[in-house]
Each structure stands twice: as structure tokens, then as C-alpha cells.
């Protein structure tokens, strides 16, 4: 079979021009930026990295990869942050998570393309191989599009050279000229306005944290925002302390509604399964607790979003349904703090009356943990990220039996 094969290349570029042969006989079977790397890198890479990249609540890519040059001194990394599963950044267990529609992970194939390319001395290939560049959208970085609204801090704040944790509370409410009448809500996305934006939360209108999305609601669903509205943001602001570190900030959102004509007919519940009165042990390695929700009436579920600071190790949502079955929804077996996701339903969850859904919330307190402040002592509840936190987030939306 193989002798047969290679018999009819050799055939076929025997007829062709020597020249021609020499180029095709150069790029049969060779992984080439141009042919292999470039589509890959176009579906699970560019979102982020590429000029005006995907801000994540302050996680940006650190390096373009739009173009060869860009990218042939990254081979080495590409293919080593691939392998260990590292990029793209995604921290379900593949296993045990349902379909979440904004997954961010790759086949093995795929995987094995950034590898073979690295070692076989990262070929350029023919521009012509090459699919149309993407085409990312022109709203200056903005994920979710053009906005219709942007809304700024109603002040600029100056964070001091002494700060290293920082809540501030700013307050206003939305103008005529910004609101004249109610509208439902499609998209928010959220602007960090300096490098030392810890997590924003603009009550009634979401919040990131670092590594977050842009919340962006599934057709037909979505949370109204009412004209003259009362807004609050709870600025959390982090940094290294020391003279010269102090940066002025002034964060926004940009806000997508739908069509005015539009009713929409799942109003979103946003609501969360929390534990205040936990204390996890100085030095311990595993500690872990739980908290439940009952659902008292039908409901599906629209996202997750499990929320712990330095120490948290992993979480894990799962569900015992009224017959007794249960089932893992989310579990996030390497809990990393940089990337807050939000794990959207592809298509959302039933849950039965009665069903009862337990967040589990696990810590390293140990010095292992590389990212533990300090494992000489115990922690309890606290905003500042050297305490701790147990929330396990979690968007629905009002369902009845027939939806079963
Ligand atoms: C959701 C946004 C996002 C996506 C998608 C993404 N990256 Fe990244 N990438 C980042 C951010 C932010 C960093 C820097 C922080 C970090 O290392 O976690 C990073 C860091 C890296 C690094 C490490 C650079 C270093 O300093 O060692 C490599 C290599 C990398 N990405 C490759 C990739 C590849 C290849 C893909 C696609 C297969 C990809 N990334 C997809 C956001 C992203």
C-alpha cells in the first residue's frame, strides 16, 4: 500500500516541471504556517492574541500571533503551552463538564500540528494556502461588537503608591440622554481602565474579574436595564505597593440591547450558592466545604461561575436530581484564580422540582500552593484576595414541567 502510493507521487510530480516539483515535493507531508498552523491559530488563538485582543477583565494575551514573524519565535512556547493544555486557557475537566458553549479547547490533532511544526523547523509555506484572514470586529477590541451604550466611572480615581488592596464604591444613575426607556440587555462587556483592576462589579449590570468573557445572553434571553437606573460599581483594585506604583484609573462598559421591538421572553435570575462561615486551616493542603440549593420549582440553568481567591485549588457543581440520580454539571479540577470564567451552557440545563444542586469548593492552604500568601495561618470570608471566598455562581431562568 505504501509502496503504491509513494509509486504515484513519484509518477505525478515526474510530470511536472522541475521547479513546480521541487516546491510541492517540499510541502507534501511538511507542517507549514501557512497551510496548517494558521487555521488553527485563526479558531482558538487570535481572539486573544492579536493586536486589540480580548481584554479580559485585564488578562490580555501578551503577543500577537497574526502573522509569521509574529509567531516563529513563539513556535517552541505555542508548542509547549499546547501540549500541557495550558492554551487555550480552559479549566473544566473534560470528563465531567457538560457542553458549554464557550469552551476553548482543541483535538489532539490539532494540538499535534503546533508540535510537528516547532520540530520540524517551523516552516512558512505558500501565502497562498492560507485561509482569509479573520476579520475581527472594529469596536476598538470590544468583543461583543459596536455598543450602543459605553459608561464610564462617573470620576476618575487615583489608586496610591501604598495600596495594594483597594475597595472603592462609586455610585450614579443613568441619564435620560444615556437611557430614555427600559431595554433589555444582550451584551455587557467591561473595560479595566488601568492595569491595577482587580475585578469590577457594576450592580445591576454584571462584573469581571480577571479572565472573564463579556457576558453575552443566549437568544431570546437577557436581564432589563430600566431607564434612570441607579448604578453602583465596587472597584477592587490590586497591585504590588511602593513608591511610583500609584496609577489613575477609569474603568467602563459597553452595553448591546436588543432590538426595541424585542420581548424577551426568559427574563435571566442571576443568584449563587455561597459559604460565609468557613476557616480553613493554616498549612492544609485540601480543605473543602459545601453549600446547596434546592430548586422549588422547575428551572434551567443558563451559567456557572465558580469564584474563589489565592488559595482555591478546585470546584466542583453537581446535582442529585428527586429520583436520586446524580450528576457532575462543572467541575474545574485545577482551579486557576487569573481566569474567572463564566461556563455558559451550549444548551441550557433542566432541573426538575426538588432537584438539589451542591457547590463544593476546595483550598490549598498549604505551601505548596504557589500562590498562597501566607499557610502560617487560618482563613475565614474576606473581600481582599489574601482571604477567602466560596461562591458558586449560577444564572437560570423560570422553566416548567413540560419543558422536561
Ligand atoms: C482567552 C484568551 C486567550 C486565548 C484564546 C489564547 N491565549 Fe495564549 N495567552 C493569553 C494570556 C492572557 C496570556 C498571558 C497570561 C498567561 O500566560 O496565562 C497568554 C499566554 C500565552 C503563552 C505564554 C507566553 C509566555 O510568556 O510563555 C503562549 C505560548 C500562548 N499564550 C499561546 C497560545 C496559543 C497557541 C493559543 C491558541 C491555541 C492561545 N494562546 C490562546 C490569552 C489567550
Redesign the pocket.
Same mark, same amino acid.
Not at 59 to 63: E, F, H, K, R, S
Given at each position: 500500500m505504501y509502496k503504491t502510493l509513494v509509486g504515484a507521487l513519484i509518477l505525478c510530480l515526474g510530470s511536472l516541471g522541475t521547479a513546480a516539483a521541487n516546491e510541492l515535493e517540499s510541502d507534501v507531508g511538511r507542517v507549514t504556517y501557512f497551510k496548517d498552523v494558521v487555521p488553527?491559530?485563526q479558531e482558538?488563538?487570535q481572539?486573544?492574541?492579536r493586536p486589540n485582543g480580548?481584554n479580559?477583565g485585564g !488578562?490580555?494575551?501578551?503577543?500577537s500571533?497574526t502573522t509569521y514573524e509574529e509567531t516563529r519565535p513563539?513556535a517552541r512556547?505555542?508548542a509547549r503551552?499546547?501540549a500541557a493544555k495550558e492554551?487555550?486557557?480552559w479549566h473544566a475537566s473534560p470528563e465531567q463538564h457538560g457542553e458549554f458553549a464557550n469552551e476553548?479547547t !482543541?483535538t489532539e490533532d490539532e494540538i499535534a500540528v503546533?508540535a510537528k511544526w516547532a520540530q520540524t523547523g517551523v516552516a512558512k509555506g505558500n501565502a497562498a494556502d492560507a485561509p482569509e484572514p479573520t476579520m475581527w470586529s472594529t469596536g476598538e477590541g470590544w468583543t461583543i461588537g459596536d455598543p450602543d451604550l459605553i459608561i464610564q466611572m462617573p470620576e476618575r480615581h487615583f489608586v496610591d503608591d501604598d495600596v495594594e488592596d483597594e475597595y472603592k464604591y462609586f455610585s450614579h444613575q443613568l441619564t435620560e440622554e444615556q437611557l430614555p426607556e427600559d431595554r433589555w440587555l444582550k451584551a455587557v462587556e467591561f473595560r479595566s481602565g488601568s492595569s491595577v483592576v482587580h475585578h469590577i462589579i457594576l450592580d445591576p449590570l454584571g462584573g469581571i474579574a480577571p479572565g472573564s468573557d463579556a457576558l453575552v445572553y443566549p437568544e431570546g434571553m437577557g436581564r432589563k436595564l430600566r431607564k434612570g437606573a441607579k448604578l453602583t460599581w465596587q472597584m477592587h483594585y490590586h497591585k504590588e505597593p511602593g513608591s511610583g506604583t500609584g496609577v489613575w484609573d477609569q474603568s467602563s462598559v459597553a452595553v448591546k440591547f436588543y432590538p426595541k421591538d424585542v420581548e424577551v421572553e426568559h427574563p435571566v435570575i442571576g443568584s449563587y450558592l455561597g459559604h460565609l462561615a468557613f476557616r480553613i486551616p493554616a498549612g492544609d493542603p485540601n480543605y473543602s466545604v459545601q453549600v446547596d440549593h434546592t430548586f422549588k420549582s422547575p428551572a434551567k440553568i443558563v451559567a456557572f461561575s465558580p469564584h474563589m481567591h489565592l488559595r482555591g485549588k478546585s470546584a466542583k457543581y453537581e446535582v442529585t436530581y428527586p429520583d436520586g440520580r446524580r450528576e457532575v454539571l462543572l467541575e474545574v479540577p485545577k482551579y486557576d484564580f487569573?481566569w474567572q470564567t463564566t461556563y455558559w451552557y451550549d444548551d441550557v440545563k433542566f432541573m426538575p422540582k426538588g432537584s438539589k444542586l451542591t457547590f463544593t469548593s476546595t483550598w490549598d492552604n498549604s505551601e505548596d500552593n504557589p500562590y498562597n500568601p501566607d499557610p502560617t495561618v487560618d482563613v475565614t470570608y474576606g473581600e481582599p484576595t489574601t482571604d477567602e471566598m466560596s461562591f458558586g455562581f449560577m444564572d437560570y431562568i423560570a422553566a416548567d414541567d413540560s419543558d422536561a
Open positions: 488553527i491559530l482558538h488563538c481572539a486573544c492574541h480580548a479580559l !488578562m490580555v494575551a501578551p503577543m500571533f513563539w512556547a505555542i503551552k499546547t492554551m487555550p486557557p476553548r !482543541m503546533f487569573n
